[in-house]
């Protein structure tokens, strides 16, 4: 799940209340439907940066909450607001994701390097998606490469 760390840092979110932060302001059906369709309560994910000068993966974190709506779709102040969305039907939705860590940063030209990441969904060509999925064994190596 990749945030900018100007809007949800790793140290912010390990900073909130039971270092959990909601997961607003996804846009994209794609990123919405694997959040929506693919993740689970409990499930692992890899907090990464984007937008900024290093990006990459910078902590380890967890699905926190079932499915729910995000209220920044109905907030008129919100950069996230869509007029179109219905409250009685909400187009985009949302996860509690909770900070276990912070690691040190993977950087994203360490993760194209790796002839064992080569297909992992992020790297890509023309991937620009802020949620993707990570198979077992890419997230096992990955956790691997957290820890040297």
């Known amino acids: 799940m990749k945030s900018e760390p100007d809007e949800c840092s790793i140290d912010d979110a390990l900073a909130a209340p039971d270092a ?11 990123a919405r439907n694997f959040m929506r369709d693919d993740m689970q309560p409990g499930d692992g994910v890899l907090f990464y940066h984007s937008s900024c000068p290093q990006p990459g993966i910078a902590g380890i974190a967890k699905v926190a909450s079932a499915i729910r709506p995000d209220p920044t779709q109905f907030d008129a102040q919100s950069p996230y607001f869509d007029s179109r969305s219905p409250r009685e039907a909400p187009r985009w939705l949302l996860r509690d994701v909770q900070a276990l860590r912070k690691t040190r940063l993977l950087p994203l030209a360490e993760l194209r390097a790796d002839p064992a990441l080569a297909d992992l969904v992020i790297l890509q060509r023309g991937s620009r998606l802020s949620i993707t999925p990570v198979t077992e064994a890419h997230w096992q190596h990955i956790v691997t490469l957290l820890q040297a």
């Open 20 to 30: 959990t932060v909601a997961w607003t302001g996804v846009r994209n059906y794609q």
